[in-house]
């Protein structure tokens, strides 16, 4: 089977699409993708860096997700909340 590669929105790596998560956003919020509208990807090793919060390195990339997200989502709402959540119920 042909392994399907998209891009991150964070690293802007080209990755195999089942190391990434697929979200869009729908009335402002943060949702795993439902097979209609716009979405972006984002890769597991850029989430599982924001998931440690300890770290300098960490913290500037968290601010760089939540920047991007609120670009895709084009207003200025913090979503790291709404990814972090996301990520636990995927697993
Ligand atoms: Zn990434």
Redesign the pocket.
Known sequence: MKSIIRM??????K?VRLE?LRLQFKDNDLIIFKNSGRSFY??????KGISAINEIQQKSLEIKIKNLLSKEAKNKKNYIFQLKEIVEHVG
């Open positions: 991150c929105i964070c690293c802007r790596k990755i990434l984002i890769c597991f090793n850029c989430i």
